[in-house]
């Protein structure tokens, strides 16, 4: 009985940062993985920490998308945002006009940050407009941004891209990996415990009926606002560990709307407003399309026909996604258990 | 005076949908709401619910002038409504749907837990399913309840209920009659009731307003409005439920 309480209570404890017993599991695996041979070489950790990269990128996106039900288009570019940012503060090199040198430890915060700034004023501009119209009202402001990053080139250096400074000195990738999978972690937990309280709740009445939830005493400018900044904030953090692995930034790779848009599809994949779902599944996605452009193909954009086309099927049969899935399978699978337990039970029962 | 509405108007364009309509309530006062199809009754609740602002007119409430606040003020200062096309939250179950009004209605400082309030408002209007059932496979019937329970457990001091009782059987007509008069005599709200099922309003109402394309014809109580020569004109082609 105690021990019962006991597993019981460890497992509510890891509901509240939004983890099952299996996703610790999971969770404890991947990050002993970079010591395991394949996934020890090189040029696979990369993809590890281009699957913790997407991953985190995911959770973010479906804080706004699969909440408040508003795709933001200019996810990717609010993400460049930041990463520039970060980039031209941590700049020692005379290529580009300024040289504040700061490091890219600090620097990545202050791109979080002027994200978040970003993502206010997306909230605020978009605050008048329903679904399809919002999304749109983002992915102007990407382009604008796009255009920003192209066109300041004593900054930026534009199309021909930055060479921003790395973290570390090392060329190793292991560290990095570390890295990603610390702001992984921080991005879902605290996103988490946002849509655990009252402002998940908010979010979703707003998302799924507005006038019902302002019936109901939501303020929706309040709970938009938050959480488009919030969101915002999180892509441009991660867009700063962008730029200072790969040390190297132009606007097309980053900020384009293709990138977005993967991101929204590893996100429906995953399953909206789960949070974690995108995340599971971003990681099995990078190995598979990596796998797949290396031993047959490397036609560019391959991987966005597979996600557009998998991301279709999900939405015409099976909405709910990958986390919708796995709650029907375990549902399915605790009926199972308990209905094999009460066949058992006369015989045991006295 | 709970509620104070004052020559209220509201032009859409070129069409008034209410046109100078005057109306007040008292605390545990239900007063009905009736015309034709298109008078303008929802309209005028949405004025003074704060769906939109009046284009004229004054509107008080508990004393206070609120003529264009926001239905999220509206409703946490005491106002809830019910929706004549019952509107949920489609992915969340019936014990959420009604847990949002419960947080952030007019009891959002309460210091009971939110879920015990919801669950108490499920229950005060017989929610006849199971609390975790999402709201999406609900029939419309079920949904007038679930939207009922959202009203309620803001707690509200004025409750709008906008044609709660269409579509319903004549014995679920008589609970949801009884259970509206429960309402005022538990929590002592005022309500304004709009409906089109006379049997209805001349059950629950004390006072009545019938207004036609906008424009009040007569008020009373429910037996004298009925006999009104210009309610009857105004009913006259259209069939009325008695
Ligand atoms: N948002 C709007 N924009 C333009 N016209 C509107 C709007 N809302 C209502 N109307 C018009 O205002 C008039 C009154 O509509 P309203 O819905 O208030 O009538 P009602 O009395 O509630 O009718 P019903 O009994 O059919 O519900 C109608 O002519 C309607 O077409
Ligand atoms: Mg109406």
Known sequence: MDQKSLWNRISDGLGIIGFTPLGLVLLIVLALLPFVSPFNQEHIL?????????????????????????????????????AYTSAVLANTSPVISVQPGLSPWIGIWIGALFAGLIGFGVGILTLRLRGIFAAVMAWFVGIALLGVANN????????????????????????????????????????????????????????????????????????????????????????????HYFGSLTPQTLMHTSKTVEVLALAYI????????????????????????????????????????????????????????????????????????????????? | MLLDAERVIKNFGGLTAVNRVTLQVDASQIVGLIGPNGAGKTTFLNCVAGTYPPSAGKVRFQGKETTGSTPEDMCRMGLSRTFQIPRPFPMLTALENVMVGAVFGAEHGSKKPARGRAEEALKFVNFPLALDTPAQRLNAVQLKRLDLARALACGPKLLFLDELASGLTPGELDTMMALILKIRDTYGVGMIVVEHIMKVITGICERVLVIQYGTPIAEGTPREVMQDPKVIEAYLGEEVVA
């Open chain 1, 46 to 82: 990369r993809w590890l920490i281009m699957g913790a990269f997407l991953a985190a990128q995911c959770v973010a996106f479906d804080f706004t998308a699969g909440y408040i039900n508003v795709v933001n288009f200019g996810f990717a570019a609010i993400l460049g945002a930041g």
């Open chain 1, 152 to 243: 300041l080139t004593n900054i930026t250096r534009g199309p021909m891209g930055m060479a921003p400074r790395t973290f570390l000195e090392t060329t190793s990738n292991r560290p990095y990996f570390y890295i990603i999978l610390a702001m992984m972690l921080i991005v879902y937990i605290t996103l988490r415990l946002v849509v655990r309280s009252r402002f998940g709740l908010a979010f979703k009445a707003i998302g799924q009926n507005f006038d019902a939830a302002r019936a109901s005493g939501i303020n929706p400018t309040l709970y938009r606002v938050f959480n488009f900044t919030l969101s915002a904030f999180f892509a441009g953090w991660l867009g700063g560990f962008y730029a």
């Open chain 1, 270 to 350: 995953g399953g909206r407003g789960s949070l974690w779902g995108g995340m599971a599944i971003a990681f099995p996605f990078v190995f598979g399309i990596e796998a797949l452009r290396s031993n047959l193909t490397d036609l560019p954009g391959l991987h966005l026909v597979i996600y557009g086309v998998l991301m279709i099927a999900i939405m015409v049969y099976y909405p709910a996604g990958f986390a919708g899935f796995y709650a029907w399978a375990k549902d399915k699978l605790s009926g199972l258990l308990a209905r094999a337990r009460g066949q058992a039970q006369p015989i045991e029962a006295p």
